[in-house]
């Protein structure tokens, strides 16, 4: 069984900066793609952030020059470092890794449980 595990939201003031962190474990042959998306209240879900398993990353435009996606695959692990938060940033995040359990069967997406991010004065 696949798990993967968020840690490092909270709350920050506006300007400030945190990093999420985000391990998979459990019967995990390969991993794809890794990444973040986030939900503010009332709002559709959306992407923040991507990388590939050789560490090519894919940024929301919002958040370019700000966040940074990074990935240790050795610890099958993704963060997202983001920086200059704004209030708009506020919202729950959540990491996905696009994986494989066995080789051969085709990869499917795993969802983390969320990480509340809060940005405000």
């Known amino acids: 069984q696949v798990q993967l595990v968020e840690s490092g939201g909270g709350l920050v003031q506006p300007g400030g900066s945190l990093r999420l962190s985000c391990a998979a474990s459990g019967s995990i042959f390969s991993i794809n793609d890794m990444g973040w998306y986030r939900q503010a209240p009332g709002k559709q879900r959306e992407l923040v952030a991507t990388i590939t398993s050789s560490s090519k990353p894919n940024y929301q435009d919002s958040v370019k020059g700000r966040f940074t996606i990074s990935r240790d695959n050795a610890k099958d692990t993704v963060y997202l470092q983001m920086n200059s938060l704004k209030l708009e940033d506020t919202a729950v995040y959540y990491c996905?890794?696009?994986?494989?359990?066995?080789?051969?069967?085709?990869?499917?997406?795993?969802w983390g449980q969320g990480t509340q991010v809060t940005v405000s004065s």
């Open positions: 996905y890794a696009d994986l494989n359990e066995v080789w051969g069967i085709p990869s499917r997406a795993y």
